[in-house]
């Protein structure tokens, strides 16, 4: 039991020696010209959001059913900047565990109430159906 890797009970480990390897970010090597890669924090963009399910849950969540609610979350939840989410019937039914036909009557529910609109229908060659969250009646927009 000689092994310089192994450290007999009671010991402290050594303080670690981060000279010897430079900084890796995303598997690469950094140097210090790289600019950083994050992007600036677009504060409009995060309040719309906020803005948008805060209206979601003051105004419309009490007189939606569960499977509405579920869709809603789960189009929210995949939302993009744009504002868009793109999802499939089938993919809506297995995140929110409800029938195909449930979540077809909760998307048909929430275009009638003016929550979503769909800007695309999907197909099967085409792919899947793009859809767009409003901000609700009594939200401000």
Not at 51 to 70: H, I, K, Q, T
Not at 117 to 123: D, M, N, S, W, Y
Request: hydrophobic content about 40%; aromatic content about 4%; glycine content about 10%.
């Amino acid at each position: 039991m000689t092994d310089p890797r192994i450290i007999p009970p009671g010991e402290v480990l050594p303080p670690m020696d981060l000279g010897e390897r430079p900084a890796r970010r995303n598997g690469r090597t950094t140097t210090d010209a790289e600019p950083n890669p994050k992007r600036k924090p677009r504060p409009g963009l995060v309040r719309r959001r906020f803005a948008l399910l805060n209206a979601f849950v003051d105004c419309e969540l009490a007189r939606l059913g569960p499977a509405d609610v579920a869709v809603w979350l789960v189009l929210y939840r995949h939302g993009q900047r744009d504002g868009t989410a793109t999802a499939a019937v089938s993919d809506l039914a297995r995140r929110t565990r409800y029938c195909n036909a449930a979540v077809r009557l909760a998307l048909r529910r929430l275009r009638g109430w003016g929550l979503i609109e769909r800007v695309k229908r999907g197909t099967l060659a085409g792919g899947p159906s793009i859809y767009r969250l409003l901000m609700p009646s009594g939200g401000a927009s």
